[in-house]
């Protein structure tokens, strides 16, 4: 292993001030704002309703309290939606039916009404919270193609495996937002180590990711052969000459995305192409022919 540390290089850096673009989940503050405003929306929708009723007799007013309901849904998602719909539901019967400011409710009709009401106020709901996770979704993955097409570009047009390392760490740190290490090894020898994040590889990964390597397949942290192993490895094949790479991303147990594999994979195809170029520089060799 002395000899193996001998021959790194390492190149840690800090994190990318970049968004994460896999998503995460809102934070209880979030969630809570979400609410408070579904809470003040509903409010506002009974003062209309009220005041609408009051002054005049027209159909359907209980349709006031669907307003919140969308805006809940599309701005805060389907629990806040979902609280909206309740809420106008129990504020339609207190505030509109008879016996007014009771929910006790008198007349079989009002109370299809209110049923009807929370009814539309689910589906609604549930249109607005898939419509805004669709559109979410299409960001996202137009945000992502775009970071991987300017990858691709920068990591091709690289000199040397040095650079292609650390563009590649550096793209995937922006990518999953976690500490990331990227090594190019060498007839079964880590050669060379490039990381972002500030987790510097010990003993126990550079294992795992020789295992990962020999055995051409995913190593996730904690689970056999990476017990020890702080870091997920996937490896990329070797190109030419016996050189090929791992890449390890170190999630923090509770915030693993569902399924990295996609992204990984694509940025490791990159990297492979990079790193096949390097022993086959087709444009500088076709340059040369002329």
Not at 5 to 23: F, N, V, Y
Not at 182 to 205: C, F, I, K, R, Y
Request: charged residues 15%.
């Amino acid at each position: 292993m002395a000899d193996v540390e001998s021959k790194l290089q390492r190149d840690t850096t800090p994190m990318p001030d970049a968004d994460p673009l896999l998503g995460s989940a809102p934070s209880a503050a979030s969630a809570m704002a979400g609410y408070l405003a579904s809470f003040a929306m509903t409010v506002v929708a009974t003062v209309v309703a009220v005041g609408i009723d009051s002054g005049m007799t027209i159909p359907n007013v209980s349709l006031v309290f669907v307003v919140p309901v969308i805006i809940a849904g599309v701005t805060f998602g389907l629990g806040p939606s979902l609280f909206s719909a309740v809420l106008g539901a129990l504020a339609y019967n207190f505030f509109l039916t008879e016996p007014r400011y009771t929910l006790v409710v008198d007349d079989p009709a009002n109370i299809w009404a209110i049923c009807l009401l929370f009814l539309v106020g689910l589906i609604v709901s549930g249109i607005a919270f898939t419509s805004k996770r669709r559109a979410t979704d299409a960001a996202l993955l137009r945000r992502q193609a775009t970071m991987l097409q300017g990858y691709a570009h920068d990591v091709v047009a690289a000199d040397n495996t040095k650079a292609i390392a650390s563009i590649t760490s550096q793209a995937l740190a922006a990518l999953f937002q976690v500490p990331v290490v990227v090594m190019l090894v060498t007839e079964g020898e880590v050669v060379s180590v490039n990381g972002v994040g500030g987790v510097e590889p010990q003993e126990a990964d550079f294992e795992a990711a020789r295992s990962s390597l020999e055995m051409g397949t995913v190593a996730r942290a904690g689970i056999y052969p990476a017990l020890a192993s702080r870091f997920d490895f996937w490896p990329v094949a070797a190109a030419v000459g016996g050189q090929g790479a791992v890449i390890g991303l170190a999630f923090a147990p509770d915030e693993r995305p569902s399924a990295p594999d996609t992204l990984v994979d694509v940025v490791g195809s990159v990297l492979a192409l990079a790193l096949y170029n390097q022993h086959f520089p087709v444009g500088r060799d076709a340059r040369s022919a002329r």
